[in-house]
């Protein structure tokens, strides 16, 4: 046997150390033997700081967790019908002037729970999960939000080669035990707009740039997921009010359609704005939205912007 000295040999021309073993390893870059312990370990004996009751100053807003990633499915009506995606997960609910705070650990039950068999994305089960969420807190209400990237097919309007194009989604659903439910979704997608100024002043050509258009809606209470995508119809307001769609695939007969169309089609930021919000007043469905369009000016050093709310 060695002893714990490092030893230097040489197999194979190759310098070799000897190592103390893991345990001295550890001890050697700081870590202790477990002191004594006098804490009980049984859950119904612990001290539980949170649920203590008194006067706390002031009723909270919103505790909870956020910034949880987690697989999901999503469903639509358009291919892929079917994908998982990643969201990113905010949990909270409200808490009273008495309660000192929340049980941040069953907002995690919550979401294992449903997680069984795939957390799906549906607003009729989120309801289920807030309602059910608010009852495991003990609270009178609850929320949960989440944002994910959303694969939508775009063909190429002449090859008709198709791809997967994507948006952002927002998803937010309360519940409180005496108003109900509140359901607010939204989308975030990439267009392209052409420049009315440029193209009425320039002799030939016109400067195009990239937009963003961010959309976010609140939901009737009588809305239902089975006859409209809501999805498809936030994406619908947002790409055709454009110059122009995006696509993941074009071949030349497709870049030029899209060139064309983008120049038969000029709009401002303005414009923009306003067309989508008369598509989304147009929808039964949709009881308020915002609205926020930016373009990524190509020929400025600044980005232009135009937002409106609207409330029906």
């Known amino acids: 046997m060695h002893n714990r000295k490092e030893i230097t040999m040489h197999l194979n021309n190759t310098p070799h150390k000897v190592l103390p073993i893991k345990e001295e390893r550890h001890k050697l870059f700081g870590s202790v033997e477990p002191g004594p312990k006098h804490k009980p370990v049984e859950k119904d004996k612990m001290a539980d700081l949170q649920n ?7 009723e909270l807003d919103a505790v909870g967790i956020t910034n949880v990633k987690h697989p999901i499915i999503i469903n639509s009506k358009t291919q892929p019908e079917q994908q998982t995606s990643i969201a990113s997960f905010t949990f909270t609910s409200t808490i009273q002037q008495s309660n000192k705070g929340t049980n941040m650990s069953r907002f995690m039950e919550q979401l294992a729970l449903y997680s069984q068999q795939g957390f799906q994305t549906e607003l009729s089960l989120l309801k289920e999960f807030t309602k059910e969420l608010a009852e495991r807190l003990g609270q009178k209400d609850a929320s949960i939000e989440l944002t994910f990237p959303w694969f939508y097919e775009r063909k190429g309007p002449s090859s008709g080669i198709a791809g997967l194009n994507h948006a952002d989604l927002t998803i937010k659903v309360t519940y409180h035990e005496t108003t109900g439910y509140q359901v607010n979704v939204g989308i975030s997608v990439l267009i392209t707009t052409l420049c009315p100024c440029s193209k009425e002043i320039s002799e030939y050509s016109a400067h195009n740039q990239r937009g963003n258009v961010k959309v976010e809606v609140s939901l009737s209470d009588d809305y ?9 119809a936030l994406l619908e307001a947002a790409e055709s009010n454009a110059s122009a769609r995006l696509h993941p695939i074009l071949k030349r007969p497709d870049e030029k359609m899209v060139t064309e169309e983008a120049y038969e089609n000029p709009r401002f930021v303005e414009d923009m704005a306003r067309l989508v919000a008369a598509d989304l007043y147009e929808m039964p469905f949709v009881t308020s939205f915002t609205v926020t369009c930016q373009n990524e000016e190509s020929i400025h050093m600044h980005d232009a912007i135009a937002t409106i709310h609207f409330e029906k």
Do not use: P, T
């Open 52 to 58: 203590q009751k008194k006067d706390f100053l002031f």
């Open 224 to 232: 239902d997921e089975a006859i409209v995508d809501w999805k498809l």
